[in-house]
């Protein structure tokens, strides 16, 4: 079913093209609607809080490129910067004082970063991660959560959320056992069942990482006590602690989720927001565990465009423009406003709805909830969530097309545009 009230035309040429050029005529699967229904949009240009398609038609964004346009799309000041650094080149392949530009900012934002490596992606910095986290305790057993999504690396395709969720794949073929045989799994929340692991898996089990407020089973935030209980655990158990902050990274707060929740992981990945829209991903921790990472030792890890000056210069410009005072108290106004809002439209139109929002990330869901892990999130109407989105987009509202994804705002995000927002939310859900 394509969109009916506004005109696709174009979009639709090109994604009928597309589908014969890349599979599934996408370069990610979550952008092909599949869960939602409908065809993609083709989007022609981005700038601030909006995007225009290819037949012209104008959205309200709400997924900022899953998280990087924190600053709004094509912000000026980053798009000046990159404008110079590119009279400079775009990759050196070798050092350059940028990354020790960035690498400082982020050491200095982030409680358990004492020393960084820039990667190229999310993927990346999550594979890195596990083989460090193995190399250093000399164990191969590691524990992740159901519906939690660590990028597309084989181990940690177990339950995977975000795009694995969402096209209902029990895991993925090409994937042998013998790489996810010491992946652990354990529901969200659920602090029994990881103890439960650590006594059948005693001396084991190199550590636990998961996505400490999770976006990739839609929004779903930790219970009290539950991080806390993990950094217990793993320490009773000389296991490490990784936050997997690709989405979180300076999108919750400044110094992300371990800053907001005040407990200190071992290790973090990064992501997003710290390439500004450019592929940079990242991860970092406790010197004396970063140090194993070569040349510094023995575990190997390497990349081409590791660092390089155009994608170091997106990042530092954007996280100059979020230590502005007052960014993350704004971005929590808008979005408490936004999300508490969808959810009073819904249950006045008559519809179980639960959600809400952690600073510039929010979430909802078509049931009474509350949603604490995966299986609550799967047990929602994700059907109505379809037709919803749907309803949405002809409304001129983008949201991300997957319940099990979160949405994100924007300091380029006004009080208007989310008094629209909501105005459209209201008109949809009272047809739904
Ligand atoms: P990338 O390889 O996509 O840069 O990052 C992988 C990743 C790792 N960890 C977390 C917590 C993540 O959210 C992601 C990627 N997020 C998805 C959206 N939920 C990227 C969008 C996509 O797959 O197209």
């Known amino acids: 079913m394509v969109n009916t009230t506004i005109k696709t035309t174009k979009s639709q040429e090109i994604f009928s093209a597309a589908q014969n050029l890349m599979p599934g005529g996408v370069n990610s699967p979550v952008r092909a609607f599949k869960s939602v229904g409908g065809q993609p949009i ?8 909006y995007i225009w398609d290819v037949d012209g038609n104008k959205y ?5 490129t899953w998280g990087p346009a924190i600053c709004g799309h094509a912000n000026p ?8 650094a590119l ?11 940028l990354e020790n530009v960035l690498a400082e900012m982020v050491i200095d934002a982030v409680p358990s970063i004492e020393m960084v490596r820039f990667v190229n992606s999310g993927t990346e910095a999550c594979m890195a991660v596990l083989r460090l986290m193995r190399a250093f305790t000399k164990r191969d057993k590691i524990i992740k959560f159901e519906g939690c999504y660590h990028g597309h690396a084989d181990m940690f395709l177990v339950k995977a959320g975000s795009g694995v969720a969402t096209l209902g794949l029990p895991d993925s073929p090409g994937v042998p056992k013998s790489v996810t045989g010491d992946t652990l799994t354990a529901p969200f929340n659920d602090l029994e069942a990881v103890k439960v692991l650590f006594e059948e898996n005693r001396g084991e089990i190199a550590g636990v990482i998961l996505e400490p407020v999770v ?21 009773e158990h000389g296991a490490l602690l990784v936050f997997d902050e690709v989405m979180t990274g300076f999108r919750i707060s400044y110094g992300g989720a371990q800053e907001k929740f005040g407990v200190t992981p071992d290790l973090t990945t990064l992501g997003k927001i710290i390439g500004g829209g450019l592929p940079v991903g990242a991860y970092g921790g406790r010197r004396d565990i970063m140090s194993m990472v070569a040349p510094a030792g023995p575990m190997y890890q390497a990349g081409t465009l590791s660092g390089n000056p155009l994608a170091m210069t997106a990042g530092i410009k954007t996280l100059e423009l979020l230590q502005k005072p007052g960014t993350y108290d704004y971005l929590e106004k808008i979005t408490k406003k936004l999300a508490d809002g969808l959810v009073e439209v819904a249950r006045e139109t008559g519809h179980a709805t639960c959600g809400g929002n952690i600073s510039g990330m929010f979430g909802m869901f078509f049931t009474k909830g509350p949603v604490h892990n995966y299986e609550d999130a799967k047990a929602s109407d994700t059907a109505k969530f379809g037709r919803f989105h749907r309803g949405m987009l002809e409304h001129g509202i983008y949201l991300a097309p997957s319940q ?29």
């Not at 309200?60 to 900022?64: A, E, F, L, M, S």
């Not at 000041?77 to 404008?83: C, D, K, P, Q, S």
């Not at 976006?215 to 209980?229: R, T």
């Not at 705002?409 to 209201?426: F, K, M, N, W």
Request: proline share 4%; with cysteine; charged share 20%.
């Open 404 to 432: 099990f994804e979160a949405g994100f705002t924007s300091i380029a995000h006004t009080q208007e545009d989310i008094e629209r927002t909501l105005q459209a939310a209201r008109e949809v859900m009272s047809g739904l």
């Open 87 to 97: 009279e400079k080149g775009t990759s050196f392949g070798a050092p350059c004082a």
């Open 215 to 235: 976006g990739n089973s839609g929004f779903v935030p930790p219970d009290a006590g539950f991080l806390e209980g993990l950094r217990e655990i793993t320490t």
């Open 77 to 84: 000041e980053v798009i000046t910067a990159l404008h110079s």
């Open 60 to 64: 309200i964004d709400y997924v900022g």
């Open 42 to 49: 083709v989007f022609d240009r981005v700038k601030g809080a």
